[in-house]
């Protein structure tokens, strides 16, 4: 199995930038498809961006697509999401996740690892 540490979270007015980190630690995120999710306050944790397990292949809530970026660099053993123009409505606990399955990638039931978590805040 594999082990998931996020960081990068923070404060951010509207309009600004943060880069999220995913560590894995065990077996090596390679074997796995990765992605991110978040959960704001009283709602529903929500898809955001995933990947394929070599990186040829992105995918993007509609919310998120123009401004947010998935990446990966599997010699690290890590995934990115850089998050540009970031609004209020990001705001939210962004959690990395890594699943076996090639189906369903927005689905958080089809992933099998979730890390702690690391919170976005952004201002207006």
């Known amino acids: 199995q594999v082990q998931l540490v996020e960081s990068g979270g923070g404060f951010v007015q509207a309009g600004g930038s943060l880069r999220l980190s995913c560590a894995g630690s065990?077996?090596?995120?390679?074997?796995?498809?990765m992605g991110w999710f978040r959960q704001a306050p009283g709602l529903q944790r929500e898809f955001v961006a995933g990947?394929?397990?070599?990186?040829?292949?992105?995918y993007y809530a509609d919310s998120v697509k123009g401004r947010f970026t998935i990446s990966r660099d599997n010699a690290e053993n890590t995934v990115y999401l850089q998050m540009n123009t970031l609004k209020p409505e990001d705001t939210a606990v962004y959690y990395c996740?890594?699943?076996?399955?090639?189906?369903?990638?927005?689905?958080?039931?089809?992933?099998?690892?979730w890390g702690q978590g690391t919170q976005v805040t952004v201002s207006s």
């Open positions: 065990g077996r090596t995120v390679t074997s796995y498809g």
């Open positions: 996740a890594a699943r076996t399955s090639i189906v369903d990638v927005t689905s958080e039931q089809m992933y099998d690892y």
């Open positions: 990947i394929s397990r070599r990186g040829g292949t992105t």
